[in-house]
């Protein structure tokens, strides 16, 4: 069964465009609502972080967030520091709304600058758009060529596919295939099966020609299920979010598709960061050894209002601690839960649910954590034992608040 084949159907963009002919995925939709979408975007020359930011309109620190890239958002002199060389692959959030019954990004401007050409700019956004689209939609040809500080809007493909994949949440990456790749490549990069990018991408055979842009299906964490107050959120595998006001960052995975959400640490105006009733800040994790077990507190996110912040105190029990900690009273930023590795700094993350993200809230004492790839594994091990506790938890919360 092949579950997308309703909805959409792969056209080559040959019999809309003239000259151009890679194919993508083209979705129809009707209504006006829009979906997370990401771009992968393979860097066609090296470029820094507000070049790309500025290339494609999006926030640096939600193209950090969507690659999980831990840097001190807080200090523009960062950003300028790194050099993404050549040929990175970036993922790039972009809202994916309806336009014209399809769906396709028009939200991105370009400034047309001296030197450049149409073939030049469609160069600079990496295969996720051709001359020939560039020109068909700003209606520019030989009687009416580009003009210096001319404001273009360029088409990048996106797709919704109502964020679900056989009922799975999942949030769709436009992809553009290189030469040498295979769809079977591509499944075993992204953790799907070939004849899923078949199905999604309504291709009629298992081939794939460099230039051509698939729909690759990215597992998400989605908020849907949490009955959290007037927020909707959907993060891939892999990524992070900044909500609440950029007060609050969740990410997803990875060792379980649940959102887990602690304080950025970005602004010191967050309001009502700390469970009502504790010393526990939004994603801290306490664990207390008691006569009949573990108790074990979390202070659990619940979307937002406006500045409003909302968060709860949920308690479950199980039979042993799994860490030696206990929250210390004077230091709200300690990530308890599976903590038997020593911590190398009170900012330190760790992978498993519900963790803190570097939760410090005092950008004058920040320290940027880089996390060893080591620590990180073991951390990531170390939570399982957690995760069944918190699953069990989840599913506490649910019942409770429904
Ligand atoms: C970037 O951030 C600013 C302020 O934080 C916000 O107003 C704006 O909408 C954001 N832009 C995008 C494209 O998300
Ligand atoms: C060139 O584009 C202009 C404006 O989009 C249009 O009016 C004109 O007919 C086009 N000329 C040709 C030769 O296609
Ligand atoms: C979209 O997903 C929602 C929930 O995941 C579901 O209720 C709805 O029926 C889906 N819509 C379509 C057109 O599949
Ligand atoms: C969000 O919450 C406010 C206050 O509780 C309510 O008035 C509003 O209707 C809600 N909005 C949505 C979209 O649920
Ligand atoms: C999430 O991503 C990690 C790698 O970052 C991978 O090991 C894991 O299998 C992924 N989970 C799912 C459900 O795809
Ligand atoms: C353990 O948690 C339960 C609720 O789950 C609570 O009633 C009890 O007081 C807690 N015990 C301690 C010592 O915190
Ligand atoms: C959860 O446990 C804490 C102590 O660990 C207690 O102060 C709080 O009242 C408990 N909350 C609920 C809803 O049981």
């Not at 040498?180 to 199905?199: D, H, I, P």
């Not at 909500?243 to 598709?257: F, H, M, Q, V, Y």
């Not at 029990?317 to 300690?334: E, F, I």
């Not at 920040?366 to 034992?385: D, H, M, P, Y």
Request: aromatic letters at 8%.
């Amino acid at each position: 069964m092949k579950l997308h084949d309703q909805y959409f159907v792969t056209l080559s963009l040959l019999g809309i465009l003239p000259l151009t002919y890679s194919k993508s995925v083209i979705e129809p939709c009707t209504s006006s609502d829009s979906c997370t979408s990401f771009l992968s975007y393979r860097l066609p020359f090296g470029s820094k972080l507000p070049e790309i930011a500025y290339r494609f309109q999006i926030n640096i620190s939600d193209i950090l967030a969507s690659n999980s890239l831990d840097h001190d958002l807080t200090q523009p002199s960062f950003w300028n520091q790194i050099l993404f060389p050549r040929n990175s692959i970036l993922k790039l959030p972009i809202s994916c709304p309806c336009t014209n019954g399809i769906r396709q990004s028009l939200l991105t401007h370009y400034a047309v600058q001296p030197a450049d050409s149409v073939a030049s700019i469609a160069d600079s956004y990496g295969g996720l758009v051709s001359a020939d689209q560039i020109m068909a939609v700003n209606g520019v040809n030989a009687s009416n060529p580009l003009a210096t500080g001319e404001s273009l809007v360029i088409p990048l493909p996106c797709a919704c596919f109502n964020n679900s994949n056989y009922g799975a949440a999942t949030v769709y990456m436009s992809y553009v295939v290189q030469a040498g790749e295979s769809l079977s490549s591509l499944a075993k990069v992204y953790g799907t099966t070939v004849s899923n990018l078949e199905s999604v991408n309504g291709l009629g055979e298992p081939h794939v020609h460099p230039g051509d842009i698939l729909a690759i299906p990215l597992p998400a964490c989605s908020s849907a299920n949490l009955n959290w107050h007037n927020e909707s959120l959907i993060v891939p595998n892999g990524s992070q979010v900044l909500t609440a006001n950029n007060c609050i960052k969740c990410k997803c995975g990875p060792t379980i598709l649940n959102l887990q959400c602690s304080a950025s640490g970005l602004l010191a105006s967050c309001s009502r960061l700390q469970c009502k009733g504790s010393n526990l800040f939004i994603g801290d994790v306490q664990q207390t050894h008691t006569v009949h077990g573990c108790n074990v507190s979390t202070c659990v996110y619940r979307g937002h209002f406006g500045r409003k912040i909302f968060s709860s105190l949920v308690n479950s029990t199980q039979v042993q601690c799994t860490g030696k900690y206990r929250s210390h009273p004077a230091n709200p930023y300690l990530t308890l839960c599976p903590a038997s590795a020593p911590s190398q700094s009170p900012y330190s993350a760790y992978n498993g649910p519900m963790g803190s993200i570097g939760t410090n809230n005092n950008p004058a004492s920040r320290e940027v954590a880089f996390k060893s790839g080591t620590n990180r594994k073991l951390l990531g091990e170390i939570s399982c034992s957690c995760l069944v506790l918190l699953e069990i938890t989840i599913i506490f919360v649910l019942f409770f608040y429904t």
